[in-house]
């Protein structure tokens, strides 16, 4: 079953909330294929829910979920649940 883009972009903020990752790791966590990968974190770097920062040991930057981002986990999260209340009250 295919995933909606809101629910990829949640996995992808999910995976970068604690500590900055590399893209390669993001799109290997979320399932992602390399071009639909850097859409969507380019997507998400645009939108404010991610930033870029410097990585430790690494040359190249890392991606970190931002308060914005926080926040959109946050109310994807409830409505998901209202949803599913919903769906079982049916």
């Not at 972009?9 to 909330?17: A, I, Q, S």
Request: glycine share 6%; charged share 30%; hydrophobic share 40%.
């Amino acid at each position: 079953m295919r995933r909606a883009k809101l629910e990829i972009v949640k996995d992808v903020l999910e995976y970068c909330r604690h500590a900055p990752k590399r893209m390669s790791w993001v799109i290997q966590s979320v399932h992602l294929n390399s071009a639909r990968g850097q859409k969507i974190l380019g997507l998400c770097v645009k939108r404010g829910f991610l930033q870029e920062v410097p990585m430790k040991n690494y040359l190249r930057k890392g991606y970190l979920t931002t308060e914005n981002g926080r926040e959109f986990i946050k109310k994807y999260d409830e409505l998901a649940a209202i949803l599913q209340e919903t769906i079982r009250a049916i």
